[in-house]
């Protein structure tokens, strides 16, 4: 066997062994995914110079942390007109890379799942360095974009790979998504935007939770895995509270609406900032 071939195998049985563990670890270990991105500065405000954050980080590599499912990943990223970008390859790139490149970007391939995610609930944490920004991944449908920002991923994968890439296959896997990570918007925003649907599982929940009014908010969940307390001191009995984040809460067995707000003007609890 080639020694390609059994350094990528190798590496094949490193990254399935980790999948599980290192979800308790405070970010990702290299290309291994990781937990909750914990430490470092946090930024909420919404505008970022984007140019200055990622000065000198050469490849533009980010630690990339969804807030639904709360996993996180490294992963490459790209400043384009002021805006940061977060390709998600499907096809368009791992399989024009040389081997062995090719063998192990296959294999995470295999296994992402993180774009599916970051579609329904787009809230992330991204960490460059020491610092952590909360944004809102936001999937880029205009097709004039999109067809510049593949130029542009093609160009810095070439640069990475010290190689040309071949060409572009015309069989599936051949897509690339690319998420711009716009800033958070406010709950009164949300609230404002919530599509019809959604307000209708809304008004469901408060009439479940009782009329909620500006004062304390109290629930416990039926199976007692946790209690929701919103003048709570503690952000532990929140957390454990596994049932509840900041923009859902579930009652029982089923949630009523994806990330559905339940009055979320009114509501007020605190979470762990990096739970957010």
Same mark, same amino acid.
């Given at each position: 066997?080639?020694? $390609?071939?059994?350094?990528?195998? /190798?590496?094949?049985?490193?990254?399935?062994?980790?999948?599980?563990?290192?979800?308790?670890?405070?970010?990702?270990?290299?290309?291994?995914?990781?937990?909750?991105?914990?430490?470092?500065?946090?930024?909420?405000?919404?505008?970022?110079?984007?140019?200055?954050?990622?000065?000198?980080?050469?490849?533009?590599?980010?630690?990339?942390?969804?807030?639904?499912?709360?996993?996180?990943?490294?992963?490459?990223?790209?400043?384009?007109?002021?805006?940061?970008?977060?390709?998600?390859?499907?096809?368009?790139?791992?399989?024009? /890379?040389?081997?062995?490149?090719?063998?192990?970007?296959?294999?995470?391939?295999?296994?992402?799942?993180?774009?599916?995610?970051?579609? %329904?609930?787009?809230?992330?944490?991204?960490?460059?360095?020491?610092?952590?920004?909360?944004?809102?991944?936001?999937?880029?449908?205009?097709?004039?974009?999109?067809?510049?920002?593949?130029?542009?991923?093609?160009?810095? /994968? %070439?640069?990475?790979?010290?190689?040309?890439?071949?060409?572009?296959?015309? $069989?599936?896997?051949?897509?690339?998504?690319?998420?711009?990570?716009?800033?958070?918007?406010?709950?009164?925003?949300?609230?404002?935007?919530?599509?019809?649907?959604?307000?209708?599982?809304?008004?469901?929940?408060?009439?479940?939770?009782?009329?909620?009014?500006?004062?304390?908010?109290?629930?416990?969940?039926?199976?007692?895995?946790? /209690?929701?307390?919103?003048?709570?001191?503690?952000? %532990?009995?929140?957390?454990?509270?596994?049932?509840?984040?900041?923009?859902?809460?579930?009652?029982?067995?089923?949630? +009523?609406?994806?990330?559905?707000?339940?009055?979320?003007?009114? +509501?007020?609890?605190?979470?762990?900032?990096?739970?957010?």
């Amino acid at each position: 066997m080639r020694i $390609d071939r059994v350094v990528a195998l /190798a590496f094949a049985l490193a990254f399935m062994a980790t999948l599980g563990g290192c979800s308790f670890f405070d970010g990702p270990t290299g290309p291994f995914p990781g937990g909750r991105l914990r430490t470092g500065e946090l930024v909420s405000e919404p505008d970022v110079d984007w140019a200055l954050a990622t000065r000198d980080v050469e490849p533009l590599f980010i630690e990339l942390q969804l807030v639904e499912p709360p996993r996180s990943r490294t992963t490459g990223a790209m400043v384009y007109e002021g805006q940061l970008y977060v390709p998600c390859d499907l096809g368009f790139l791992w399989r024009r /890379a040389p081997a062995p490149a090719r063998w192990v970007l296959h294999l995470i391939y295999v296994f992402k799942r993180w774009h599916e995610d970051a579609s %329904e609930d787009g809230r992330v944490v991204v960490r460059i360095r020491d610092t952590r920004y909360r944004r809102q991944a936001v999937r880029v449908t205009d097709p004039e974009l999109v067809a510049k920002l593949r130029t542009r991923v093609e160009e810095e /994968a %070439e640069k990475m790979l010290g190689a040309p890439l071949g060409e572009v296959p015309t $069989d599936d896997p051949n897509d690339i998504w690319f998420f711009r990570l716009d800033p958070r918007p406010a709950l009164s925003d949300l609230s404002q935007s919530e599509p019809a649907a959604q307000q209708g599982a809304a008004a469901a929940g408060r009439r479940a939770l009782g009329e909620v009014g500006p004062g304390p908010v109290r629930a416990r969940a039926p199976d007692g895995a946790g /209690a929701f307390d919103s003048n709570a001191d503690s952000s %532990e009995g929140i957390r454990n509270a596994r049932w509840a984040d900041v923009w859902r809460i579930r009652l029982g067995p089923q949630v +009523l609406a994806p990330h559905t707000l339940l009055d979320a003007g009114r +509501l007020r609890w605190n979470l762990p900032e990096a739970d957010s």
